[in-house]
């Protein structure tokens, strides 16, 4: 594949002018506005006598595998207005923005946990959208340009000290650059995000009764997934994987199974070691694929070039890696979003009070002293704690869906966009929401009792070799962390 094709590859550009750099790119009107899309972004539209909607990137609907994506976008196209199409967009999988066109006035959706990016602003009046900032740059005047909010971001302890940095999901490093937030719909005349979910109550559910649902919906997913796409799934020694592969049984024969080698791993490895064993004991076919290869500077040069966040001295490198070894046309699969689930900010399961914005500030102390960070938390916090917003679900839970999946997880597979496109089973509103109807008990450390339920109604030899097994340094570290919680100095046991 040419370079100049990888360059902002499966991105998008919504302007109301035409950019004679992406010339290349498929265009069409949408409104007074023209859509650019890279070749290799899937997308799907529909008309009727009003109204006009594209959906850029992939869908499906588990429980109906006949449905294309075509008829999904019809289907969600007829509805009234946007509480009917947050009803469409409940069960659905997959990883994609909505926009639905009226006179020139624009809503956007976009997947359960947002993992398809969607960045705007607006200048002299004029709306522009696209799937990270600089393509925004490439129609605006002096919108984006790195002052004192991307410095203080750059320039932090945080991001000196940390190969996968993120901020909040909302906000941006320019100022008047917003971005779309998972559970909110956007209307471009007001510049207003939405929050259209959750709608209910919660109320926990009988486990037996949950867990059942749970796995037949993940298993459905897999199958489901299988068969509209060529799917190729990452497998470590861990939680998410694991449950993965127990739901493709049926399915094996028409996926690809690898583990990516990268940072220190080895042969001993427990994310080496254990992939490779149970796919022996199991019967199907694996490779190790190795990401430890001389990055060329060509390839840096472009993946620095996609986005304004690009990870090159570590994504970055596992991206090449991948490129290097996964065959054309596969889509990985992985676990992402998960850990939603699976009480990531709580892992004992015991949700702590949250008084305040900075209580969820001190899950990341090293954020304190970023302004724009705090001022998004601080935002984010401000409509979630109001009941009526929340409905009773826990306010980590949401924050780990929300803002930091939605953010973290989302510009990891816009950067890999360079090299497959991806397909997140748990990345389904109605999964999701199954999950945190069931009591913590079963979903909390240390033994993720519905993960290993669930592995054993859809394939119980998965659980042939353990689940990310302690090493010894492993076990010192949670011991140190453990006198450090109790000591004080560490406000949740993390």
């Given at each position: 594949?040419?370079?100049?094709?990888?360059?902002?590859?499966?991105?998008?550009?919504?302007?109301?002018?035409?950019?004679?750099?992406?010339?290349?790119?498929?265009?069409?009107?949408?409104?007074?506005?023209?859509?650019?899309?890279?070749?290799?972004?899937?997308?799907?539209?529909?008309?009727?006598?009003?109204?006009?909607?594209?959906?850029?990137?992939?869908?499906?609907?588990?429980?109906?595998?006949?449905?294309?994506?075509?008829?999904?976008?019809?289907?969600?196209?007829?509805?009234?207005?946007?509480?009917?199409?947050?009803?469409?967009?409940?069960?659905?999988?997959?990883?994609?923005?909505?926009?639905?066109?009226?006179?020139?006035?624009?809503?956007?959706?976009?997947?359960?946990?947002?993992?398809?990016?969607?960045?705007?602003?607006?200048?002299?009046?004029?709306?522009?959208?696209?799937?990270?900032?600089?393509?925004?740059?490439?129609?605006?005047?002096?919108?984006?340009?790195?002052?004192?909010?991307?410095?203080?971001?750059?320039?932090?302890?945080?991001?000196?000290?940390?190969?996968?940095?993120?901020?909040?999901?909302?906000?941006?490093?320019?100022?008047?650059?917003?971005?779309?937030?998972?559970?909110?719909?956007?209307?471009?005349?007001?510049?207003?995000?939405?929050?259209?979910?959750?709608?209910?109550?919660?109320?926990?559910?009988?486990?037996?009764?949950?867990?059942?649902?749970?796995?037949?919906?993940?298993?459905?997913?897999?199958?489901?997934?299988?068969?509209?796409?060529?799917?190729?799934?990452?497998?470590?020694?861990?939680?998410?994987?694991?449950?993965?592969?127990?739901?493709?049984?049926k399915v094996t024969k028409d996926m690809l199974f690898y583990t990516l080698q990268y940072?220190?791993?080895?042969?001993?490895?427990?994310?080496?070691?254990?992939?490779?064993?149970?796919?022996?004991?199991?019967?199907?076919?694996?490779?190790?694929?190795?990401?430890?290869?001389?990055?060329?500077?060509?390839?840096?040069?472009?993946?620095?070039?996609?986005?304004?966040?690009?990870?090159?001295?570590?994504?970055?490198?596992?991206?090449?890696?991948?490129?290097?070894?996964?065959?054309?046309?596969?889509?990985?699969?992985?676990?992402?979003?998960?850990?939603?689930?699976?009480?990531?900010?709580?892992?004992?399961?015991?949700?702590?009070?949250?008084?305040?914005?900075?209580?969820?500030?001190?899950?990341?102390?090293?954020?304190?002293?970023?302004?724009?960070?705090?001022?998004?938390?601080?935002?984010?916090?401000?409509?979630?704690?109001?009941?009526?917003?929340?409905?009773?679900?826990?306010?980590?839970?949401?924050?780990?869906?929300?803002?930091?999946?939605?953010?973290?997880?989302?510009?990891?597979?816009?950067?890999?966009?360079?090299?497959?496109?991806?397909?997140?089973?748990?990345?389904?509103?109605?999964?999701?929401?199954?999950?945190?109807?069931?009591?913590?008990?079963?979903?909390?450390?240390p033994d993720y009792t519905l993960y290993k339920d669930t592995m054993k109604m859809l394939?119980?030899?998965?659980?042939?070799?353990?689940?990310?097994?302690?090493?010894?340094?492993?076990?010192?570290?949670?011991?140190?962390?453990?006198?450090?919680?109790?000591?004080?100095?560490?406000?949740?046991?993390?």
């Amino acid at each position: 594949m040419s370079l100049k094709k990888l360059k902002f590859r499966r991105q998008f550009l919504l302007s109301p002018k035409l950019c004679p750099e992406l010339d290349s790119w498929s265009n069409q009107e949408l409104g007074k506005h023209q859509l650019h899309v890279h070749p290799d972004c899937l997308q799907t539209t529909a008309t009727n006598t009003s109204k006009k909607a594209v959906l850029l990137g992939h869908v499906l609907d588990p429980r109906n595998q006949e449905l294309s994506s075509s008829d999904i976008l019809e289907t969600l196209l007829k509805q009234n207005n946007e509480n009917g199409i947050e009803k469409v967009l409940y069960g659905l999988v997959g990883r994609f923005v909505l926009i639905v066109e009226e006179n020139n006035e624009f809503t956007f959706f976009n997947d359960a946990c947002g993992l398809k990016s969607f960045f705007y602003t607006e200048q002299k009046k004029e709306f522009y959208a696209a799937s990270q900032p600089l393509l925004l740059k490439l129609v605006t005047e002096n919108v984006i340009i790195k002052g004192k909010r991307f410095d203080s971001y750059h320039n932090s302890d945080y991001v000196k000290g940390s190969k996968e940095n993120w901020f909040p999901s909302g906000t941006s490093l320019y100022p008047d650059v917003y971005h779309l937030v998972a559970n909110h719909y956007l209307k471009s005349e007001t510049l207003k995000q939405t929050r259209y979910w959750p709608v209910k109550k919660l109320e926990i559910y009988s486990y037996e009764e949950a867990k059942q649902k749970f796995a037949e919906l993940l298993k459905l997913t897999l199958e489901t997934g299988s068969k509209k796409h060529n799917l190729g799934l990452g497998l470590t020694s861990g939680f998410d994987s694991r449950i993965l592969l127990s739901a493709s049984k049926k399915v094996t024969k028409d996926m690809l199974f690898y583990t990516l080698q990268y940072r220190n791993l080895d042969q001993n490895s427990n994310d080496i070691r254990i992939p490779v064993s149970l796919s022996k004991k199991l019967g199907f076919s694996h490779e190790v694929m190795d990401c430890r290869l001389q990055t060329t500077n060509q390839f840096k040069k472009i993946y620095l070039a996609n986005s304004d966040m690009a990870h090159l001295n570590d994504w970055g490198h596992i991206a090449f890696g991948i490129s290097q070894n996964l065959p054309e046309g596969t889509m990985s699969v992985k676990g992402s979003c998960s850990e939603t689930g699976r009480c990531f900010f709580y892992k004992n399961g015991i949700h702590p009070e949250i008084k305040s914005s900075h209580d969820i500030m001190s899950i990341n102390p090293k954020w304190k002293g970023i302004p724009f960070i705090e001022n998004q938390i601080a935002s984010w916090y401000d409509e979630i704690k109001d009941p009526n917003m929340n409905k009773g679900y826990n306010i980590l839970d949401l924050f780990h869906w929300e803002v930091s999946t939605g953010s973290w997880q989302t510009q990891s597979q816009l950067e890999w966009d360079i090299v497959h496109d991806t397909f997140t089973p748990f990345n389904n509103r109605e999964l999701l929401d199954l999950m945190l109807h069931i009591d913590t008990k079963y979903r909390s450390k240390p033994d993720y009792t519905l993960y290993k339920d669930t592995m054993k109604m859809l394939w119980p030899e998965v659980l042939l070799e353990p689940i990310n097994p302690e090493t010894p340094k492993v076990k010192l570290k949670y011991k140190f962390k453990s006198i450090l919680a109790k000591l004080g100095f560490e406000k949740y046991n993390r």
